[in-house]
C-alpha cells in the first residue's frame, strides 16, 4: 500500500513538472519578442535608412570650409562656438573646417562630413545643410 502511495506522488510530480514545462514554452513561442530584441532591429532599420538619407559624396565636397586660425584673423561670419558639436573638441590653428551655409555652423571637417554621410541635418540646428530646390 505504502508503495502504490509513493508511486502516485511521484507520477503526479511527474505530470505538474511536465504540464509546466509545456505551458512555458508554448507561451514563450506566442510571446512577441523582448524589448531588448526589438530595439536591435528597430535600430538596424534606422541605421539602414539613415545612411540612404544622407548626403552624396559630391554634396559634401561643395560645402565650404577654411581653416579656423584664418577664419578667425579675417573676422569670416561663423558661428561664435569655439568647439565641434559633434565631436565636443575645441577648435585649434590649423584645423579644417566646414561651415553649412543655411545656418553657419561650423564643424570640423572630418566630423561634420561623417555625420552627413549619415544624417542630412545639421547636427545643431536640425536644418538642412544645403538650400532645397525652389
Same mark, same amino acid.
Given at each position: 500500500?505504502?508503495?502504490?502511495?509513493?508511486?502516485?506522488? &511521484?507520477?503526479? &510530480?511527474?505530470?505538474?513538472?511536465?504540464?509546466?514545462?509545456?505551458?512555458?514554452?508554448?507561451?514563450?513561442?506566442?510571446?512577441?519578442?523582448?524589448?531588448?530584441?526589438?530595439?536591435?532591429?528597430?535600430?538596424?532599420?534606422?541605421?539602414?535608412?539613415?545612411?540612404?538619407?544622407?548626403?552624396?559624396?559630391?554634396?559634401?565636397?561643395?560645402?565650404?570650409?577654411?581653416?579656423?586660425?584664418?577664419? &578667425?584673423?579675417?573676422?569670416?561670419?561663423?558661428?561664435?562656438?569655439?568647439?565641434?558639436?559633434?565631436?565636443?573638441?575645441?577648435?585649434?590653428?590649423?584645423?579644417?573646417?566646414?561651415?553649412?551655409?543655411?545656418?553657419?555652423?561650423?564643424?570640423?571637417?572630418?566630423?561634420?562630413?561623417?555625420?552627413?554621410?549619415?544624417?542630412?541635418?545639421?547636427?545643431?540646428?536640425?536644418?538642412?545643410?544645403?538650400?532645397?530646390?525652389?
Amino acid at each position: 500500500m505504502v508503495k502504490l502511495e509513493v508511486g502516485f506522488a &511521484v507520477v503526479s &510530480v511527474l505530470a505538474v513538472v511536465t504540464v509546466a514545462f509545456l505551458l512555458r514554452a508554448c507561451s514563450r513561442r506566442a510571446a512577441p519578442a523582448p524589448a531588448h530584441r526589438r530595439d536591435q532591429e528597430r535600430g538596424r532599420r534606422t541605421a539602414t535608412a539613415d545612411v540612404e538619407a544622407g548626403l552624396h559624396e559630391a554634396a559634401l565636397r561643395a560645402l565650404p570650409k577654411l581653416v579656423y586660425g584664418e577664419a &578667425v584673423a579675417s573676422g569670416t561670419a561663423i558661428d561664435a562656438s569655439t568647439c565641434c558639436a559633434v565631436c565636443l573638441g575645441e577648435y585649434a590653428g590649423g584645423d579644417v573646417l566646414r561651415v553649412l551655409p543655411e545656418c553657419a555652423h561650423a564643424f570640423h571637417q572630418r566630423c561634420i562630413d561623417r555625420w552627413l554621410r549619415l544624417r542630412p541635418t545639421c547636427p545643431v540646428c536640425r536644418s538642412p545643410p544645403v538650400p532645397g530646390p525652389a
